[in-house]
């Protein structure tokens, strides 16, 4: 019993894992581009569905791209969930303006409320992390990035504040147990994410100071989801089946279901990798065309590699992103 204890004792020391069983909600900062993909869409339904029932606890909803009002769409998602009141921050500085080409944004803006500032009034990305993550207790908050990873190599460059009198990385090894993020291709490629801002993502995957864990393209390449979403008919006036309605049917790659990277992300980061995926350690290597190798000789890093059959995953997913919004306190 003794030993047992110890153990137990020893783990909660350690904290939280990227395999361990959450047994309070996880403090999580959701990043994203909001496009030019819907995928993103699909995760924030999760991120939400897992707020619903306990699992996470989120922190703040920060956009990686400046292309104008991703700000309120954001906000009209978080709106539609019923937490209007989550800081939402932009880039201030250099960013991706990349918008989605096929209107989901105009339309969730036309149809859903919401009443956040233009990005000229939000706050910088960088100061909504800082204040939030020294709030937080050390080692506790659970970054999940699901777009390109110029806000983090911006809070890795930041200086001390009216927040925290710790240099921005100083900030993130006290204060975040891990990195989650839809980035890369395993055991080697050429990704999005990374290489629509290379110089960052390099920045990112060299410095931080804490556990990354990597949802590869190869991952959410085979997991198509969406289409029980838009048959539900029992669904009434939901951004996120009006944006999967419109977008699917207009590329015949999605017939099936859109491929839903940005989902294994959110996954991963709440609820662990464990029934779903194993971990692989090693290093990422990111070259300046945003290409990536593996080192599986060094440590500090993850990527999952497939556990549960993909049917069984795709099945979950589609589940969780019919999520219903939360009864208006």
Known sequence: MRSTCLLLLGLMLLGPTATTAQTRPVPLIFDTDFGPDYDDVGAIALLHAFADSAQVEILATVASTNYPRVGQVIHAFNTYFGRPE???????????????SQGWSDLVLERYPHHAKPNDQLPDAVAVYRQQLAR??????????????TNLANLLDSKPDKYSRLSGRELVAQKVGRLVCM????PQGREFNVHEDAPAAQK??????TEIVFSGFEIGQKI??????????????????DVFALCIPKAKEDQAGRMSWDQTAVLVAALGAEPYYTLAPGR?????????????????????????????VTRR???????????KR
């Open 86 to 100: 989550l800081p939402i921050g932009v880039p201030k500085g250099k960013a991706v303006s990349t918008r989605d």
């Open 136 to 149: 937080r207790a050390d080692r506790s908050v659970t970054i999940v990035t699901v777009g390109f990873l």
């Open 183 to 186: 980035a890369g291709k395993f």
């Open 204 to 209: 990112v995957f060299e410095q931080w100071p």
């Open 224 to 241: 198509k989801t969406g289409l029980p979403l838009i048959q539900n008919a029992a669904i009434q006036s939901s951004p996120v089946q």
């Open 284 to 312: 990422i290597v990111t070259k300046d065309d945003g290409s990536n190798t593996w080192d599986a000789t060094k440590s500090g890093h993850f990527h999952l590699v497939e556990k549960m059959p993909v049917e069984q």
């Open 317 to 327: 997913i589609d589940h969780w992103m019919q999520h219903p919004p939360r009864k």
